[in-house]
């Protein structure tokens, strides 16, 4: 469940608010590859929960939150953050494109929409956007998705085919 976002708030540094779009808050179902590798980020921060001299105790409208990406004492982490950790990992794996933090959004929109063959609006909703709209600028490259269609079109509305196809059939 997303019911809130790490946010930087001019002259109060890194807090915890509401998610950016009403899309993004809610129900969201995560890969089993992915529940299993927070569940072992969850462990390794246990192991630097364990040796921090002190942990920073975060709360959400009064709420105690337990987050799983932390800085090494337990504070919010800025989105910088993991923009550094992202290029210094695409490094050290031989990955010499820039990388951004959406990239595996484009990635995971892209290939659902063209080889995965979904629909914008059940994407959209997948990756938290309010609107397809928006999921669709995320869309790369659009594979043989436009051929499919022109010849789905023409099977569903070309009604000329279907008269020569009948034609021939009668005449055989």
């Keep these: 469940m997303v019911r ?18 009403e899309g993004a808050r809610g129900e969201h179902w995560l890969m089993p590859t992915v529940v299993a590798l927070l569940t072992k980020r ?14 920073k105790e975060i709360s959400y409208e009064g709420e105690p939150v337990n987050l799983v990406f932390t800085t090494p004492v337990g504070g919010l982490v800025m989105r910088q953050t993991v923009a550094k950790v ?3 990992a695409a490094k050290t794996a031989g990955i010499t ?9 484009r990635t995971v929109v892209t290939t659902l929409f063209v080889d995965g063959n979904e629909a914008l609006e059940d994407i959209a909703r997948f990756v938290g956007h309010a609107k397809p709209s928006t999921t669709a600028g ?12 022109a ?3 023409a099977d569903i509305l070309d009604t ?3 008269d020569d196809h009948a034609e021939r059939e009668g005449s055989e």
């Design 151 to 153: 010849q789905r079109a």
């Design 42 to 55: 969850r462990e390794m921060q246990d192991q630097e929960r364990s040796g921090a001299p002190s942990w």
């Design 160 to 162: 000329k085919a279907d």
């Design 138 to 149: 995320y869309v790369k490259r659009l594979g043989r998705r436009p051929q499919a269609v």
């Design 86 to 88: 992202m290029k210094q």
């Design 4 to 21: 809130r976002a790490s946010v930087y708030v001019d002259g109060r540094g890194q807090q915890l608010g509401p998610p950016k779009t």
């Design 97 to 105: 494109a820039e990388l951004g933090t959406h990239a595996g959004r």
